[in-house]
């Protein structure tokens, strides 16, 4: 008399969840909405990737943002990430990856920004204070030995040559707006990305059988009687970390006890 489709989506292949649902859904008469990968690494050209400068550098408590056409953030996320050889891995860069396929779709380009802060917890103004009175008491010494422990080095030598400063400079010969300047990059440093590993590398599918389709009481399909679908075979997705395996488990208990008492 019933039927549940509680196939997954699309992502982590090598579990079975392979697609097979939508495919179900769609001959029973439903329409999918577009698939796409969420909590999965993002990618980009910048040269400071193809380099590898960067590469298996992990930064704790940052604040990782995709930012709008004008510049506006659209999400922020604080929380470890991690530079890759690819692009950004990592818990921030994971929540962060379905709003950077939302602005390529909303900009209608491949390449949008995202920006990085990576101390969250001063504003500018207070960083500044703090790192000029970290560079005050040793005035002669290298600006990059003084502000070594500040920020992992490989970081701090990357933000130095962005903001054009030489590593071997000293507080004596750093102007006021050098260091404004490199207050800004570690507060905003802003790059491009192109897009996220494919879906099939992704931890959750964005997308599936439309939910205007679906009675979200029963779960039931208002297309085909007696046919339930839950889990991520519908468009409706979460973050991990429990929120995605959350809906599923929750759909799941009401189209399970829906399709007991369907007659």
Not at 161 to 166: E, G, H, L, N, W
Not at 249 to 257: K, R
Request: proline share 3%; hydrophobic share 35%; aromatic share 8%.
């Amino acid at each position: 008399k019933s039927v549940i489709i509680a196939t997954g989506g699309t992502s982590v292949p090598q579990t079975g969840s392979t697609g097979d649902g939508y495919k179900f859904a769609e001959s029973l008469g439903h329409s999918i909405t577009d698939l796409f990968p969420t909590e999965v690494p993002i990618t980009s050209a910048e040269h400071f990737i193809k380099s590898k400068e960067l590469k298996g550098l992990s930064l704790k408590d940052v604040e990782l943002s995709v930012l709008k056409k004008n510049g506006k953030k659209r999400i922020s996320h604080q929380m470890d990430m991690i530079f890759t050889h690819f692009g950004i891995s990592g818990p921030a860069a994971l929540r962060c990856s379905q709003f950077v396929y939302k602005e390529q779709k909303n900009q209608k380009k491949k390449e949008i920004n995202m920006q990085l802060d990576v101390f969250p917890e001063y504003k500018n103004h207070v960083l500044e204070e703090k790192i000029t009175s970290i560079l005050i008491e040793e005035p002669d010494k290298y600006i990059k030995n003084s502000l070594r422990g500040l920020i992992e080095e490989r970081y701090l030598l990357f933000m130095l040559k962005q903001a054009q400063i030489d590593e071997n400079t000293t507080y004596h010969h750093l102007s006021n707006q050098q260091l404004k300047k490199l207050v800004d990059c570690f507060k905003a440093f802003t790059f491009k990305v192109n897009g996220t590993l494919p879906i099939d590398k992704a931890f959750v599918t964005g997308g599936g059988v439309s939910l205007k389709e679906i009675w979200p009481k029963t779960m039931m399909s208002k297309i085909q009687p007696g046919l339930f679908l839950c889990g991520e075979v519908l468009d409706i997705h979460g973050y991990t970390g429990g929120y995605n395996i959350t809906s599923a488990l929750v759909t799941g208990h009401v189209a399970g006890h829906e399709a007991a008492i369907f007659k």
